[in-house]
């Protein structure tokens, strides 16, 4: 069974957007939680964030607290095929964000029609479901917050 790496970050300021994203999860969050995902693949963090899904630095998040996590994956190369499907969709802000904001705070599903923008726990956990590793059952991937994957993978 491969190793995937997941890089939890609790809080990122790249840009007033990322800022308030971060702030916003937090505050419906409760405590202190990640607030953003991403993971190592394609030599570099693979990640949803303004304006869509892309490989970013290995060292951006340096200087912010994070927490790497290793989930092992039972088939890696279909999570990175789903990984590379998912690359270049638009971030999802409002869609993605409300809807895990909403499951978190009501426990019920936020149904949103048409959903096209991908936010970051949303993509790693798609990527983990295609590699194998079951989680949240049939919750919709787009409801699952950053705390919500941290504590799944506990």
Same mark, same amino acid.
């Given at each position: +069974?491969?190793?995937?790496?997941?890089?939890?970050?609790?809080?990122?300021?790249?840009?007033?957007?990322?800022?308030?994203?971060?702030?916003?999860?937090? /505050?419906?969050?409760?405590?202190?939680?990640?607030?953003?995902?991403?993971?190592?693949?394609?030599?570099?963090? !693979?990640?949803?964030?303004?304006?869509?899904?892309?490989?970013?630095?290995?060292?951006?998040?340096?200087?912010?607290?994070?927490?790497?996590?290793?989930?092992?994956?039972?088939?890696?190369?279909?999570?990175?095929?789903?990984?590379?499907?998912? +690359?270049?969709?638009?971030?999802?802000?409002?869609?993605?964000?409300? /809807?895990?904001?909403?499951?978190?705070? !009501?426990?019920?599903?936020?149904?949103?029609?048409?959903?096209?923008?991908?936010?970051?726990?949303?993509?790693?956990?798609?990527?983990?479901? /295609?590699?194998?590793?079951?989680?949240?059952?049939?919750?919709?991937?787009?409801?699952?917050?950053?705390?919500?994957?941290?504590?799944?993978?506990?």
């Amino acid at each position: +069974m491969a190793k995937l790496y997941l890089l939890f970050v609790y809080e990122h300021d790249d840009n007033l957007i990322d800022e308030v994203v971060g702030k916003a999860v937090s /505050a419906v969050e409760g405590g202190d939680w990640p607030v953003h995902v991403a993971a190592y693949l394609f030599n570099g963090l !693979f990640e949803a964030i303004e304006p869509r899904v892309t490989v970013s630095d290995c060292y951006k998040y340096d200087r912010c607290r994070t927490k790497a996590v290793a989930v092992d994956v039972p088939d890696l190369d279909a999570a990175t095929q789903k990984a590379a499907v998912l +690359m270049d969709k638009p971030y999802g802000l409002l869609s993605s964000c409300i /809807a895990g904001g909403w499951y978190s705070l !009501f426990h019920r599903v936020l149904h949103l029609g048409r959903h096209n923008g991908k936010d970051c726990s949303e993509v790693a956990t798609i990527v983990l479901r /295609a590699g194998g590793v079951p989680l949240y059952g049939g919750r919709p991937a787009y409801t699952v917050t950053p705390k919500d994957l941290y504590i799944a993978l506990q």
